[in-house]
């Protein structure tokens, strides 16, 4: 009893000071990203993490204690920042330093050995490149974007994160400068870059105010299944979020065509139908689709599944339960959401 009580204590003394460690760290990275970009010269970002680092995060670095804990801290954090960072001159690739060892002269500038300077402190675990390019992104100028867009340096995961931060960010041109080079060439692309297709929507409809046009109707015609079926199923959900249903329903009937074995097709039909306020043949087509199911495979219980039960059991209920009204993107939030399950 008196256990839980104190590491449930813990836990709330703990929790919100991780979470601003977190934060100084994040608004940390997104500085030294500044630093690396701009010079693209190793000994002047480890002079700035002596110098401007400390003074300009407190917070994080007061964690480390007195100066020469501090000066260690500026030294591997530096380190890892730098070796996690993409650099243009390198290809966009990181251009790792060896760390110090032994009798080197210590990074940090000291002109003492390093195992009797910098080298007594633990050494700050290693960055990935994947989260240094979040912040790399909104370093880069338009052209250099183009370029990472064009030499496939990003895997997919990498570049829907990286694109994701640009139009978070309400850059939905810069999002795009890194997308388009990709999808120029669809005799490139292939299941892995299904994710994609969700920012490079949104940053149509935000350049083109609203609704994606012109842009996509190019990308439509030159995709291929699968990716083209991807591509419409979520083009269906912008426009029945914008009740523009007919177009909404022949967006949906051609992803069907295009990729009819994608799983979400069932619960998105029923989730659109209930949307619509056609609650009784969201109904139907729901238990057609679960007789199909019991057809295709027998296994009962998915979440798709369990969905389809509710809405063949009581539309009413299911429509009040899932369908928020009020809420800016219901359809693309849901459709987002049974992607995951996919
Ligand atoms: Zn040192």
Redesign the pocket.
Known sequence: MARSFNSTVLQMWRKPREVSILADLSRLMAAAAHEIIEHQESSRFFSWMQLEAPTRFPEFFDQAGDG?AR??MA?SLGLALWNATPLPDHGYRPAPLAPAEGQDP?????A?P?VA???RFAAFPGLETEQMWLYVVEELSDEQLWQVGRAGVLPPVELEGASRRLLDGGSPRRALRLLAPLFSDPSKLTAEHEPLLGPLLQAFAAIESGMPGTALKRLSSTLRPPLSGALELRHATFLADAEQWEEAWSCFARAQREDPRRQALPAVEAFLLLTEGHPSRAALRARFWLAQRRRAEPTHGSAIGVFLQQVSADPQATRAAYVHTGAPRPCQDFLAAMLRLD
């Open positions: 020469q000066r260690a030294t210590c990074p940090c500038q000291s003492e390093y300077c910098c080298g």
